[in-house]
């Protein structure tokens, strides 16, 4: 897998599709050695099902393990340090990862009860989790979701799951953007793996999740998280931690040239969605017909961000969206299934952040 490597797949068989995604990576390959120690990292901030959109899906790291341990790699661990004020092992217990540990006979890390050694990352001292830092190949597993401080979180911000708990106060101190890209000069970033399976719109800690059924694989956790502000309709520019990321040389935020590997299409409907109250209430804006997940819950963020800005408060007819519309006519349609519309905005689904610009250029 190359750096610039977007690999996408859809479904509700989330064990199966992390697999696939490990497949096309060709992840065993890159590890080598059966011998190597490897540890997945999941997104565990809080004590709560991953349901709510905050915390990685059990089925991801069921589908991660029985992927290595198929390639013959039986040295690996599951390691995370939930934010302070919360409990790792209760969100172990929470997220149903205990399940998964007996099962196969993978252990629990607690770094919150680890040491720690102080690393240079590029003119910041960092203190890093002595486990953490001792692995010889770490799977990153965030979830793609908003935050009420940094805009969006996703890979580069889930390192923090691997400082101590004073380290993690210190970064609030510093306003967490800078800290959060110095620490991914010397945090370990093999691969990543994102749920977006139904990550929340705005907080960190769940709560009004949007369904995407989505899986994702990077190398790169710079262009992931540029991604991600693609997916949610910010620009790079809004969340500060990506771009200073890019100029340390963790990587690039190119997702212009971008090489996307779809292993499937999305065929889920609309029905399938988790409709908190919120997602109902930016849901009144459009006029679904069979509209795939992916599509759809682009268009549920970009609805969101126009929310934000006041937007929406000005008026915005139904906007079409879905499989339902081939070949019909209208006057919004988003997504390519509307190409017949008077006003389409194209793509397969089309990323929040261009629904964005179209809304605001034609109708408000």
């Known amino acids: 897998m190359h750096k610039n490597d977007i690999i996408i797949i859809h479904g509700t068989n989330y064990k199966e599709m992390a697999i696939q995604v490990f497949e096309q990576a060709d992840v065993a390959g890159e590890i080598g050695d059966t011998k190597k120690s490897v540890a997945l990292k999941p997104n565990l901030v809080v004590a709560a099902h991953p349901s709510g ?33 919360d409990v790792t092992t209760s969100a172990f217990s929470a997220a149903g990862y205990q399940e998964i540990s007996r099962k196969y006979n993978v252990p629990l890390i607690d770094l919150q009860k680890d040491s720690y050694t102080s690393y240079e990352a590029k003119g910041m001292k960092i203190n890093l989790c002595n486990k953490a830092a001792a ?140 409709m908190t109250r919120r997602v109902q209430n930016l849901a009144r804006y459009a006029d679904p017909k069979d509209a795939c997940s992916a599509c759809y819950g682009s268009l549920i963020y970009a609805l969101d961000r126009l929310n934000d800005t006041g937007l929406l408060k000005r008026g915005l007819p139904l906007i079409s969206i879905g499989q339902g519309y081939k070949g019909q006519t209208g006057e919004i349609g988003v997504g390519q299934c509307t190409c017949g519309f008077s006003r389409s905005l194209k793509g397969c689904p089309p990323k929040a952040v261009d629904i964005v610009a179209f809304l605001e250029e034609n109708w408000i």
């Open 53 to 85: 959109g905050a915390t990685t899906h059990s089925e991801l790291l069921a589908g991660a393990i029985e992927y290595l341990q198929a390639h013959g790699f039986f040295h690996l661990s599951i390691m995370e340090g939930s934010w302070v004020g």
């Open 135 to 274: 692995v010889d190949y770490m799977i990153n597993m965030p979830v793609l979701k908003g935050h009420c401080q940094t805009t969006v979180t996703c890979a580069l911000k889930n390192n923090k799951g691997i400082i101590p708990n004073a380290e993690k106060r210190k970064f609030h101190t510093m306003g967490l953007h800078k800290p959060i890209a110095h620490l991914n000069v010397i945090a370990p970033n093999d691969f990543i793996l994102v749920d977006n399976i139904c990550g929340d719109l705005d907080f960190e800690e769940g709560g009004n999740p949007v369904t995407m059924n989505r899986v994702l694989g990077f190398k790169d956790p710079v262009l992931c998280d540029s991604y991600v502000c693609d997916c949610m309709g910010y620009s790079v520019d809004e969340v500060p931690y990506i771009r200073m990321a890019e100029q340390l040389g963790v990587g690039s935020t190119d997702t212009a040239h971008a090489n996307f590997i779809y292993l499937n299409e999305d065929q889920a409907e609309k029905g399938k969605f988790k």
